[in-house]
């Protein structure tokens, strides 16, 4: 099979996924909050979020919010609290498994992952927890690492929660920005 086509269907299959998220929320809307949470949580967790496609998921949630009234804040909380979450499961998971995570899928077929988010914590620390939740694949690495060095749990947390609350906003913002939805 051509590279493009999978990828077309890959594409195709996670826009199927975030039509069917977003038909059940505007159908259901008292799920929203429930749902952001579970999607920001996926996002944030090691492992998970290599496969969710959240971030699609959540900007086009932000959209609702301005097209058919739902309320921000709640979805900002979900959001926010969600990856506060994912996390803490993902420093503990690095403090309890150490270094033999590595040998668990699917840091095994990434193997650049682990390494990378070593790297990055090393030279930025307390710092790098805030900013590794905005960089993609760094976003559930960086925790773990953090917990596999034994980074300070005080430290983490503060790190983790202030990232975690400036991350909410800006993935559900613009989209409730861009459909009209006024502060």
Do not use: C
Not at 124 to 135: A, D, E, L, S, Y
């Amino acid at each position: 099979m051509d590279r493009r086509a999978g990828s077309h269907a890959e594409d195709r299959a996670i826009g199927d996924l975030t039509d069917a998220v977003l038909d059940f929320i505007r159908t259901h809307e008292i799920w929203a909050a429930p749902i952001v949470l579970a999607l920001a949580f996926g996002e944030s967790l090691a492992f998970v979020s290599l496969v969710l496609p959240s971030t699609v998921m959540l900007f086009a949630i932000g959209g609702l919010i301005g097209a058919s009234g739902i309320g921000f804040w709640s979805l900002w909380a979900a959001a926010s609290l969600g990856a506060i979450l994912g996390d803490w499961v993902s420093y503990w998971l690095g403090r309890r498994y150490q270094r033999r995570i590595a040998g668990i899928w699917p840091l095994t077929r990434h193997p650049a992952l682990l390494p990378t988010g070593e790297a990055f914590f090393k030279r930025w620390g307390v710092m790098g927890v805030f900013v590794g939740r905005f960089f993609g694949p760094l976003r559930s690495v960086v925790p773990l690492v953090a917990g596999i060095f034994a980074m300070h749990p005080v430290q983490f947390q503060i790190a983790n929660v202030a990232s975690a609350l400036v991350w909410a906003a800006g993935i559900l913002m613009p989209g409730a920005l861009f459909f009209g939805w006024r502060l």
